[in-house]
């Protein structure tokens, strides 16, 4: 065949065939603008905003938050715990493929945490309804009430939360019983917020890093493999309070040097075990307390903090082991309290990371497997479904501040992620 009559045949043929419809976007410029609008919620004339869980402001936040899910033809309502949940229906009765964060944020706290998850699920529903895709699963945003106070909306629906949480009572003053009921939950059905392990197809939440570590790599996305674990103790040491002028200093029982020479010992034996566990005194207080006593009782905070149960285990064991000797030598003695406020390291599912690596890296973004060290509400979500976690940079490393930055560019390519993600988990399974 002529070669002229070949490529005319060629050009024919591709003419014909159907072009290929683009991926659906994100809207930059749209995303933005729903954080900015979201920050006015609890904007404080010094420029600050107070959206501390059950306040005012963080009610009329829910109702605007509800409002636009409304708009976007979700079915929407709240559950009894005070979760925000919006349904967009699939084209078969399959389990939802959930997503989303929280809208709280802790007392002077930025515009990001939390809230980049949020509305990035509103802008994935928004950008789903523009191109006319209908997904086979049912679709779920879920907005969490109260993560920063005890990750709250989450843990009643992976069934983790007590009655005994109810007395809690935040910065705003009231207990998380009565904000509960504040939000539009109602605490004598809480139980009936429980969703059963294999309920959803899967769980995905996008979040600012709250580290530095894909801005210091120059890296776009953060394919979390997991959350850490943390347990708390109080540790008290007793010695004698005495005179601060009239006992020498080899007759002393100081409780403090103990303490002081303990808070060394937990940085130097955590740093002793290879990986990426942390070890933190973050609270000291001394009794009398006053300058010219010998402080006769001392009480220090200890938290460690890892992927791994059986590395927290080990970690303390030998701070433990550290402390009773620096108690022996200093003639004072030593006790270990483990408190309640524990929460288990939970791994995202590794089907879920791939989906994740393989959505950015189609979308042309570097990515990072690593851990989180914060708490999110994906770490109930693990316990009872599929779970995986994106995490984009925050500048600076800062979180928990009013200077908590995450530029345009990087709030859209996490939310496009997201959105890659669902559309991938939605054919597969």
Same mark, same amino acid.
């Given at each position: ?76 309502? @709240? ?53 006319? @895709? ?78 530095? @570590? ?46 002081? *020479? ?41 938290? @460690? ?16 082991? *550290?402390?009773?000797?620096?108690? $022996? ?24 990371? $791939? ?75």
């Amino acid at each position: 065949m002529p070669f002229r009559l070949f490529s005319l045949l060629l050009c024919f043929v591709c003419s014909t065939l159907p072009a290929q419809k683009p991926k659906p976007t994100i809207n930059q410029g749209r995303l933005e603008n729903r954080i900015m609008e979201l920050a006015k919620y609890g904007l404080q004339e010094n420029g600050e905003t107070e959206r501390v869980a059950f306040s005012d402001a963080d009610i009329e936040a829910q109702k605007w938050v509800m409002n636009t899910m409304v708009n976007l033809g979700l079915d929407t309502y @709240i559950d009894f715990a005070g979760n925000i949940i919006g349904i967009r229906k699939g084209k078969k009765d399959l389990k939802p493929i959930s997503f989303g964060s929280h809208i709280d944020r802790v007392p002077n706290g930025g515009n990001y945490d939390g809230c980049l998850g949020a509305m990035a699920a509103l802008e994935v529903i928004e950008t789903l309804n523009e191109n006319n @895709i209908r997904t086979k699963h049912p679709l779920e945003v879920i907005v969490f009430s109260n993560e920063e106070g005890g990750v709250m909306g989450s843990r009643a629906m992976s069934g983790h939360l007590s009655n005994k949480a109810f007395e809690v009572v935040n910065s705003t003053g009231f207990s998380m019983g009565e904000g509960i009921m504040r939000l539009g939950g109602d605490t004598t059905r809480i139980a009936e917020v429980k969703r059963d392990k294999g309920a959803m197809a899967a769980f995905l939440e996008l979040h600012i890093e709250q580290g530095g @570590i894909l801005e210091q790599k120059e890296l776009d996305i953060g394919v979390v493999e997991g959350i850490v674990g943390l347990k708390w103790w109080d540790v008290e040491f007793t010695g004698f309070a005495n005179h601060a002028g009239t006992t020498p200093m080899d007759a002393r029982q100081d409780a403090l040097l103990a303490a002081a *020479k303990f808070i060394v010992a937990v940085n130097e034996i955590t740093n002793s075990f290879e990986g990426n566990q942390v070890g933190t005194v973050g609270r000291i207080k001394a009794e009398p307390g006053v300058p010219n006593v010998i402080p006769g009782k001392v009480i220090t905070s200890l938290e @460690i903090r890892d992927l791994s149960a059986d590395v927290i285990e080990k970690v303390f064991q030998a701070i433990e082991e *550290k402390g009773e000797e620096i108690a $022996k030598t200093s003639k004072v003695s030593i006790e270990f309290r483990s408190l309640d406020t524990t929460a288990d390291p939970a791994l995202t599912d590794p089907s879920i990371q $791939k989906e994740i690596r393989r959505s950015a890296e189609k979308l042309g973004l570097s990515t990072n497997k690593m851990p989180s060290g914060a708490g999110h509400d994906a770490q109930d979500m693990a316990t009872i479904a599929p779970t995986g976690m994106i995490f984009v940079p925050s500048k600076g490393g800062i979180s928990h501040s009013p200077k908590e930055y995450t530029s345009p560019e990087d709030m859209a390519n996490g939310a496009n992620v997201l959105l890659q993600t669902i559309l991938a988990l939605d054919r597969k399974l």
